[in-house]
Nanobody, 128 residues
């Protein structure tokens, strides 16, 4: 059973930075694509960022492009999300996700239904 554990969330002020981590257990991160999604109260879950196993393809939601950076360290089975210039609109529970098989197109990593493993989420709250 794959377990994904997020960490790094917290309460910050607008303009601050946070770094989220997602560590996988019983799983080889180097093999499959992974992503970050978020869900704000009363809203649907939305895509934030995704990265292929090699890191050669990376995708961002327009709302975070230029402010967030996704990366991964396969040797440590960990994925990261560096979030800079945070805004109140970034307030949400952030979830990491992983696939147990390769995708046919890397762009599919932008869609939550392509993932079959999810973390429990970490809360990010940005005060204005």
């Amino acid at each position: 059973q794959v377990q994904l554990v997020e960490s790094g969330g917290g309460l910050v002020q607008a303009g601050d930075s946070l770094r989220l981590s997602c560590t996988a257990s019983s799983y080889t991160l180097s093999t499959y694509g992974m992503g970050w999604f978020r869900q704000a109260p009363g809203k649907e879950r939305e895509f934030v960022a995704a990265i292929t196993r090699s890191g050669d393809s990376i995708y961002y939601a327009d709302s975070v492009k230029g402010r967030f950076t996704i990366s991964r360290d396969n040797a440590k089975n960990t994925m990261f999300l560096e979030m800079n210039r945070l805004k109140s609109d970034d307030t949400a529970a952030y979830y990491c996700a992983a696939r147990s098989s390769p995708v046919s197109l890397s762009t599919q990593l932008q869609y939550d239904y392509y993932y079959n493993f999810w973390g429990q989420g970490t809360q990010v709250t940005v005060s204005s």
